[in-house]
């Protein structure tokens, strides 16, 4: 096959909703399938690359450089670097992953791409992608990546997002050494908080953790040693929920805009890592604001929109996924299906503009002008939006969205090819170039099509059943023409014969129908075929056009378990003959459903003896299929003669040969139009090609990705020029076409040949067909083929089933309604319908007749069932007895039995894991306690107690006490026997002050041992003391501590023990007592019936509580419902009732002895005293006579009865006092004792709360015991860590100390090569005259002057045919190559011979010029060198920091670990210790709830009570002696405050002496001395003075008032200049607008102004300094001259002197 030529993919199409970014100003770039689409926005021309590799997994385009880097899905998969146009290949960058790519990026200004890899080492590298090395990498702790972006201001950032980080990485770069370094931004909480962790500060610290400052963080709790230390940030479930990154963006500020998935939107500062809330959506909904609203949108406000039906109102979740920076302001996009435009001024937002797309946004890119957005969706559409014109975008193109079932070619088959997608969409493409012509939707779930080669007619199944068939004489406007309902299940295969004689349809229904396709015959339906299992191919085969079409259809009869064996063994061959249709009668059919006989179509059934997929009939009756097993393509022939039975040895057809195949099992085959070339595929993706005559080889290509399920379907055009193949599941068509060879040129010919002869004999045909369907009206769906035909069923059985019961009341005939088609019965069904009606017109007579009889029959028995009610119980048959269908019965009985048996069996199930629970819990929570829990009540209070539940000590603990204890006894000997080695005697002078001591102490501490105080509890007088406990003021090491919480556990066990003994002493006294009550009660009872009481009797009795074992017992009287009883239980019932029944006949038979009782003593045995008292005496009976008519015997009988009478009642009354007085001592009696009882209890209740306490407080013990191991495991924890870290720093410094000493060394071999440079550039201008020896002096002036001109920059030249941009980050700078590069064609300029002086000759000029060019390429290479020697400097600079952090680090945590350490020193020392004290013994403030004693100390009671003795008696004496002072001090001060006030009289005396005399008489005093009438001139001045008040108020008024005026005009005046201020402020604004404005053009214009303006700024700083000299000279001089002024200045001052007096 290769000698006839190869396949070249001719177009792709299918667009998934992935990335489509331009890679240059009009063209986009997208993945599709395993292929490259480049669409031209301009001409909408569209070009398809297959890529290189095993498919496409990501994509990324750069259109700075026009070049997009593919990685492929493979492991250890690659990166493709693709120059466009011409996709031709850069480079190549391998082992970068291991099993995927997560994202890639180019960088802005560079040639440098950013990978960052999946799983399993989620790996960062930087390649440089022109040469494909790998540059640096990195390795990140299990963080995935979602995407991955350069900093388009500082290709050195890069920012990496992913669901769980967002980090910065840095690159630093030294001469060709690459190093990333990381800087991970903490995410915010999903409120918006930055930080949610607790302090380092354990909140479960305790007093004593407190106060020797012991904290640990998260890590050392958690127990973590160890690189997830560093980053432990606690339990997740104890922390806020992050957000979850899905897109970013960079500003011009180098600032990161990132959105989450939760709608937030943040702000992150590349350098300080700040992070800062922009947005954060409400709850339930969020509203977006309008831009034109003065007010500004906070963080913690919603954005809102103008409410519009064409708007999504709303900015939440899902609503970011998607983000691009413009100068406008930052575009977002999402799953809500809606761009915005929000503008970011001050971190607050506005929305600006809004566009709702179609479907979610998936995709967003800018041209490189960034005039042109384009965005794409998940609905297969791409759209061109442009902010010039808002709010509306163009649609570039829409290949709609879903994965293509089938492809075929539209009639004539060299034009159009039509596909389908899962959705229904049926498409129409052009074979020639990639141009969706038409589409149309049937609305319903697509399964399979095929194209009728004699009309331009589609086929379409569907997953209903349904076949649609769609006309396209007019491609442009395809209709649907009929709708066929053929099968009930999915329509899995349609295929059509290649003449279009005959349409195959097939499903797992089991039937393969076969139609006659033709619009003139209505599209009639021949019959069908029945066929056992799933069916997996159909194929058909005419080898002429007159011969008769070999059809062969295989299936799997393993369809309920495919799993075992999915390939198709079975094989089910027959033939239509070629007058099939002419001479088509209903003979041809096995009964009136329309299925087909075998021997009409000579029906073969066989077997494959390899299951095989995909078989394809071809010439001479030859299989082609794909093994199952070894995957090769098997040739296979088919018998002449069907074998005689079906699963003998000839059924199972052998490959004649086998030729290589695919590499994974499925996949399809089909034959090209002139039956010479054979075409397979399979999910591997891959498509071969082979020829009937040399099978061995073949044309592969690799259509499809086999990740996504390969190829799904193919077809040869009818030239056999193009092969269009369908992906699985990548939602692609791809067409290929061949390029022959001169030899596969003429086997061309052939294939065109065919398909000429082919549509000339189809013409005639096609031409007739084509004008009916032409002719027939278009389809569309109506509202009762839209109804649910299951409902219909339903309704319809139940309306018959009504008439049915009505006929039977009414006693009347039914007869069965003649069925109804549905508005969507098959055809199938129809013809069904159609047998069961023919049936009745044949047979109605007789079902009429059988129907009477059973109307009758249905009357007998019904009489005979009124006559059963009225006869004798006995006589009665039972109700089942009158059904006559015995076997209904017998099959409702089983069925009704085995319903039983299942509910049965399951309750029996329910009941045995009752059972099993039931007797898990009683072992784990009854039978495994030593004691029982249980509890005494009182008799008469509500008082309660419970005992202990215990459990049995284990083996374990046993052996564990066991050890403890003999370690204790050992040092116990070993402490006495060294303070027996260790004592000495005392000395006799001191012996008996030290024995008073000892009997002091032993008097106040007891005989040595510690006491309640200090030992911290009770125990010891509840059982639980023991001398092998260590002192509190002992716990110093980890085992002491452990051995003491062990022996504490024993004490709690000893403490229990006691308890529960004194309780079941309690418990016994109770059992007792309530024996001694019933006792009594029984003559309680006795004396209360004696004496005709109702009085109740007090009977106690033992609570649930009391006795729990009562709890496992159940009583009949707590079942609720009725036993079930079982037969065999219910014949030994019957039995046991029979006996109980004889055995009391029995005894009611003659009994001699207790008749011969009753005879003799009246059945009674012993005469009772009060059996007589009941017994009244017999009154004579004389006494009913009058008591006139008595004798006197009568009388005196009568006198004697009434004294027997009176003594009887006396004798009552004397036995009811006796009875009273027992009674009421025998309740005296039982109150007594159960009120002493009550008492006990309550001494044991008193017991239990005293016992209650001393637990608590050995359990109190053993926590602050363990909570002491635990802070002792955190700083042995702590101090690991630590001394990790240290290891690790220390490490890293080594490895930092290198890095800085190779640095160093290659900076200055580095610095070496640049100062040659420097100097051979010196050494070009310096030879320059020298060069040009031979050119006259003035000549080589103008020469050098030309040598030392230099082109103006050409800054963009590469972009000089692009648009105009508007990028936020500005114009990109250009790099060292494109500047040397325009400097170049600059120079081309100058050195035109326009530019060549006059008088110099063309060969000077000519070496002028290309010294000039040298020396150019020199000062660049000079500038680039310059710019890595400064790059390696600050790489140098940034080492020599990071070993200078690492020292300080290392120093940091020596510190800490001397800290770590001295805490663990002082925390052994320093005990916490439980004390037991009195009230009044603390004399510390408690304070809050948990005691500080930080500041407070322990000492002896004695020592308190002598100091404040001390304190007494020397305040008894401080108080005397202050009294004894104040008295004497008091006399002092009398005499004192009598000399003071002596003197101060005398002093007054004397100044009033001295006042008389020194008194000077003025002229007033004498005139007032002199004057009688002085009242009357002081009158005279009042009123002069009031005259002068009047004038100066009036004229006060008056210049009140001239101010006011004043005042008024300047209040105008400032007004009218507030006015002036407020519009020269706006214009001031303006002007500073204006000034930025160009401040930032010529910032962006500075580089261009470079080279001219340099000798400008040369000038003005040499001038500048020029002028600062003089200034410093001038500053010096006036400095000096200032010196000489002082100087004289004090040569002339005074000396003034102070003369002293």
Known sequence: MDAIGSLELAWA?????????????????????????????????????????????????????????????????????????????????????????????????????????????????????????????KELDGLPATDISFNPMDWHKVCVIGPEQLTFWNIEQSNKKYVLLPAKVKLPAEDGTVDDRMDDASSRMSTRAVMYGIKVDLATKAGLVGELAETFEGVKDDLKKRVVPVSHCWTPKSEVYFGCEGGQLFKVDSESHTVKLLYKPTLPSNSVKDAGSPELIREDSDLQLPSSPNYNNTLGEGSLSYMKLHKDGLYVGGEDATLRCLTISRDEINLSDSWPCESAITSLSWSSSYNKLAVGSSMGAVHIYDPASPGSAEKLFDHHHGNFLGVDILSPGTQHCVTVRQSGEVQVWTLEKPQLVSSISISRAASCIACCPSSKLAAVGTLSGHVYMIEFNNVENPRVVQRLAVHRTPVLHLVFEQYGRYLLTGSDDGHVFIMDPRPSVEFNILGHVLIDGLIMSISCNTPDKNGDTKVVVTSNLHQKDASKNPAPHKIIQFDLKKNFIKDFSQDYHVSLKCDLKDEVINRMNLNFAVPSYGAAVGPGEIIYAISYNHKRLCKIQLPDEPPKKENNK????????????HELPGGKVVLSPHQKWLATCAPDGRVHVRTMDDMEKAVSVRAHTFRQGGVNSMVFSADSMYLITCGANDGTVSCYTWNFTTFGKNKYASAVEMSRTLNVALNGVRKKEDEVLANMMEWFPTTSQSGSRAASVIEKDTQELSEKEKAVENDQIYTTPTPIPSSDATWLELQELEAIKEEDKQYADMKKDLRTDIRDLRRTIQAMMKQNETLPEMEKLAHQEFNLDTEEQQRLEAEGQAEVEMIREDIEFENLAMVYLRDTIKRTCWDSMAVKGRSLKAFHSNLEVTNYPMRDRTHAEKEILAFVT?????????????????????????????????????????????????????????????????????????????????????????????????????????????????????????????????????????????????????????????????????????????????????????????????MMMGGVLEVKKEDELKKDIPVPAFMSKPQEEWSED????????????????????????????????LQTTLADTTGNFDDKLTDLFQKKIKTEMVINQEELKIVRLQFSLLQEEELGTKEAEIARRLKSRQTRKTGGQLAVINAKKEADQFRDTYDILVAEDKVLDKVFRREFNDVPTSQVDQLYKLFRRRPRGRRGAEH?????????????????????????????????????????????????????????????????????????????????????????????????????????????????????????????????????????????????????????????QKIAAMTESKDFR??????????????????????????????????????????????????????KLEETLDLQDRHHEKNVRERKDILGNIRKVIRRKEKENSKLMRELQEFNVSVAERKHIDAVNADRHADSGAEKRMHDIVQRRKLVDLAKAQAQEVAVLRAEVERLRMRTFPALVQVEH
């Open 1194 to 1225: 009568e009388k005196k009988l009568a006198q004697d009865y009434e004294r027997k009478v009176k003594e009887l009642n006396e004798e009552r009354e004397k036995y009811r006092k006796a009875l009273e007085s027992e009674l009421k001592k």
């Open 1360 to 1516: 000089s045919m692009d648009l105009p941009s508007i990028s936020p980050y500005g114009e990109r700078p250009p790099s060292p190559r494109q500047q040397l590069s325009n400097l170049l064609k600059g120079l081309t300029e100058l050195d035109d011979e326009s530019h060549m002086p006059e008088g110099v000759e063309l060969s000077v000029w000519e070496r002028m010029c290309l010294a000039r060019k040298n020396k150019l390429e020199s000062e660049q290479n000079v500038k680039q060198k310059a710019l890595v020697m400064a790059d390696m400097n600050a790489f140098l600079q940034r080492r020599q920091e990071e070993d200078e952090n690492l020292k300080a680090e290392i120093e940091e945590l020596l510190e800490r670990i001397n800290n770590v350490q001295e805490e663990k020193l002082r925390f052994m020392c320093n005990l916490e210790v439980q004390f037991l004290l009195k009230q009044g013994q603390v004399e510390v403030d408690p304070g809050p709830f948990v005691y500080d004693h930080t500041d407070s100390i322990l000492i002896h009671r004695g020592v308190t009570e002598d100091l404040n003795a001390t304190i007494r008696q020397l305040g008894e």
């Open 650 to 661: 000839a059924s199972y057809l052998q490959p004649l040969a086998e030729f290589p195949g």
């Open 966 to 1158: 003999k370690i204790r006894e050992i040092e116990i000997a070993e402490l006495e026997a060294r303070k027996e080695i260790m004592e000495t005697p005392s000395k006799p002078g001191t012996a008996g002050e030290n024995e008073e001591k000892e009997l002091d102490d032993e008097s106040e501490e007891g005989d040595g041992k510690e006491q309640p105080s200090t030992t911290g509890s009770l125990g010891a007088m509840f059982g639980g003391g023991s001398d092998l406990f260590y002192s509190q003021f002992e716990l110093h090491t980890k085992q002491q501590k452990q051995n003491q919480i062990i022996l504490l556990k024993d004490a709690l066990y000893r403490i229990r023990t006691a308890f529960n003994k004194e309780f079941d002493e309690v418990y016994k006294m109770k059992e007792m007592e309530i024996a001694r009550i019933k006792e009594k009660n029984t003559r309680i009872r006795k004396i209360l019936e004696d004496l005709d009481s109702g009085e109740a009797v007090w009977q106690p009795e033992w609570s649930i509580d009391e006795k729990p074992e009562r709890l496992l017992e159940v009583s009949d009287s707590e079942v609720k419902v009725e036993k079930y009883i079982s037969p065999e239980q219910q014949a030994k019932l019957d039995e046991e009732a029979k006996i109980e029944e004889e055995r009391r006949l029995r005894e009611k038979a003659d009994n001699a002895r207790e008749r011969a009782l009753d």
């Open 1530 to 1583: 008091k006399g002092i001060h009398v005499l004192e405050w009598e000399h003071n006030k002596n003197l101060m009289k005398i002093e007054d005396l004397l100044n009033k002496a001295r006042d008389i005399q020194s008194l000077k008489v003025s002229r007033e005093l004498q005139k007032y001395l002199n004057d009688a009438d002085h009242e009357s001139k002081k009158q005279q001045e009042i009123g």
């Open 13 to 137: 199409q299918g667009y998934n909703g992935s990335k489509a970014e331009y890679i240059s100003h009009n063209t986009i770039c997208y993945a599709c399938g395993s292929n490259v689409n480049f669409y031209n926005t301009d001409d909408k021309k569209e070009t398809a690359y297959p890529s290189l590799g095993g498919g496409i997994h990501l994509i990324a385009v750069s259109n700075t450089h026009h070049t997009v880097a593919i990685a492929e899905q493979a492991i250890n998969p690659r990166i493709f670097i693709h120059s466009y146009p011409g996709f031709i290949k850069t480079a190549v960058c391998e082992n970068g992953a291991q099993l995927e790519y997560a994202a890639l990026a180019f960088s802005y200004s560079g040639r440098y791409l950013a990978s960052y890899s999946g799983l399993p080492e989620f790996k960062l590298s930087i390649w440089h992608w022109e040469t494909g090395d790998l540059l640096c990498s």
